[in-house]
């Protein structure tokens, strides 16, 4: 059965950089049916999408966290990773990494998060 | 961006009621709409993709429909543990907006 596990600081300093990495288990990262996707959501809010990666290394980024946000994948570890710089007390949430299942055509599909980690919270303070 | 819209925000109902829940989007979506349980402290589960497609393991109370802007989740009769934030997501076009949540009480 495949998991996701999320693993990183959870304290960060203001105007650092948060750093997160997706442990995939139990499935291989490799395979073009799916994207794998960062979230967050704030408390007593709706989840955010941040990002997502292709096994291949394509991206989708969130217009607004774009220039704050990288996303990686290293298929020889089955893990993906987040990086989020400049950050600030807004960015103090729980994060998510999962899965997207793709369907539809190669110019235009859809998706939906099949799987999620369990979830991290990140707390941005001096 | 397309901006999805949930109601209601909270709704009390008992274990054994018809519950729905709507979702609308501010511009057409064709049916790439998904709807997903979150309980406290826990991860999002996904129910429904494509607009009426029921997840593997989901129970078969729980239903989708609709195409376009408006949609709708309906669980058929309500169970101890269907009470939870239910949220509908796009993925029509990025940023895939989720909306932002119904919550469903104990009357």
């Known amino acids: 059965q495949l998991q996701l596990q999320e693993s990183g600081p959870g304290l960060v300093k203001p105007s650092e950089t948060l750093s997160l990495t997706c442990t995939v288990s139990?499935?291989?990262?490799?395979?073009?049916?799916?994207?794998w996707g960062w979230i967050r959501q704030p408390p007593g809010k709706g989840p955010e999408w941040i990002g997502s990666?292709?096994?291949?290394?394509?991206?989708y980024y969130n217009p607004s966290l774009k220039s704050r946000v990288t996303i990686s994948v290293d298929t020889s570890k089955n893990q993906f990773s987040l990086k989020l710089s400049s950050v600030t007390a807004a960015d103090t949430v729980v994060y998510y990494c999962?899965?997207?299942?793709?369907?539809?055509?190669?110019?235009?599909?859809?998706?939906?998060?099949?799987?999620w980690g369990k979830g991290t919270t990140v707390t941005v303070s001096s | 961006d397309i901006q999805m819209t949930q109601s209601p925000s909270s709704l009390s109902a008992s274990v054994g009621d018809r519950v729905t829940i709507t979702c609308r989007a501010s511009q057409s979506i064709s049916t790439y709409l998904n709807w997903y349980q979150q309980k406290p402290g826990k991860a999002p589960k996904l129910l429904i993709y494509?607009?009426?497609s029921l997840q593997s393991g989901v129970p078969s109370r729980f239903s989708g429909s609709g195409s376009g802007t408006d949609f709708t989740l309906t669980i058929s009769s309500l169970q101890p543990e269907d009470f939870a934030t239910y949220y509908c997501q796009q993925s029509y076009s990025t940023p895939w907006p989720f909306g932002q949540g119904t919550k469903v009480e104990f009357k």
């Open positions: 494509a607009a009426s």
């Open positions: 990666i292709s096994y291949s290394g394509s991206t």
């Open positions: 139990g499935g291989s990262i490799s395979s073009s049916s799916y994207y």
């Open positions: 999962a899965r997207q299942h793709r369907f539809g055509e190669l110019s235009f599909w859809g998706n939906y998060m099949d799987v």
